[in-house]
């Protein structure tokens, strides 16, 4: 990579609020658990807890990655995520887990949704991976969306169904995107709306090139469009994707998983689709040791509070 000169993103100010990022750490079962992170300014996280786990997984396979979190309609907190336990398998989960909060510290109604119990065509299911979830006005609903393999077909791609709770769906699972025909894997989705011009972009991981790509719609339940687009600057594979606002900002950061080097990559976009890379000297995850995660905003207040409760490191 030498002589390439590389034109990084300025930094944007936040205006307000503090950052949380909720992580995992690593493919060992006691390293698949809940990680919390937090941040001033949305580039510079430091891990909670000394980097120990502020939520242990006690229902399904008892491990947990990917997790996403949101902040609901309703003013609580949800956390949704893969139950999988890697030491079996890649082709071994077929559950999502789910918490819920008001407080960011006490999670409770810890729920294992197990799309197998489904029957038919879920009967079979081998992959229920990195589920988001996004809420869908049209519907007053949460649109839950996960990367999603059988028996029958190996190719991931990605199914959506609704829920009110996060408990139970109330809609059966129906294809969202992928690339089925072509024999294509598409993992990890992450959609975000653009006020700007009404399209919802679907970031996802494409495997031939091990970047982050994305396709768009009108509607959050697609149809997307077929040609994709890569978005990500990455030297190294990249997984798991998460795009988060600069709060009062027209700036959103894209942060991805280097699943082989231990790091994260960041960028920054203003409207979705052309992507500056943020130096390294310009973010930072000091003792968080970040794998496949999510990041979302919250006040001052909440920070001050997840910091009396969890400590963080000086």
Known sequence: ????????????????????????????????RIHFAVSEDGYNFTALNNNEPVIIQTKGKKSVRDPYIVKGNDGFYYIVGTDMKSDEGWTSNH??????SEDLINW?????????????????????????????????MYMVYWAHSTLENDIAGHYYAYTKDFKTFETEPKPLYGRWEEGIQCIDADIVY????GYYYLYFKEDI????????????TGPYNTDYTICSL?????????????TGTDKWIMIMDEYGTGKF????????????????????????????????????????RLIAAFGVAE
Not at 95 to 100: D, E, F, G, Q, R
Not at 209 to 220: D, F, G, M, N
Request: with cysteine.
């Open 209 to 220: 090139t091990q970047k982050i790509a994305y396709v768009r719609s009108e509607k959050l």
């Open 265 to 304: 990559f960041m960028q920054m976009t203003t409207d979705m689709e052309n992507f500056k890379a943020v130096s390294p000297d310009d973010y930072s995850f000091d003792g968080v040791r970040p794998r496949h995660g999510s990041v979302v905003a919250i006040t001052d207040e909440e920070y001050e």
């Open 234 to 246: 990455n030297w190294h594979g990249v997984e798991g994707s998460s795009m988060y606002n600069i």
């Open 1 to 32: 990579n030498k002589g390439i000169v590389m034109s990084f993103a300025t930094p944007a100010k936040s205006k307000s609020g503090k950052y949380l990022f909720c992580y995992f750490v690593g493919n060992e079962p006691q390293e698949e």
């Open 194 to 197: 653009n006020e700007n011009n």
């Open 95 to 100: 559950a999502l887990v789910t918490w819920k």
């Open 108 to 140: 409770t109604d810890e729920t294992v949704i197990d799309i197998r119990e489904l029957g038919g065509e879920f009967a079979n299911t081998t992959r229920a991976w990195a589920p988001q979830a996004i809420w869908d006005p049209e519907v007053e």
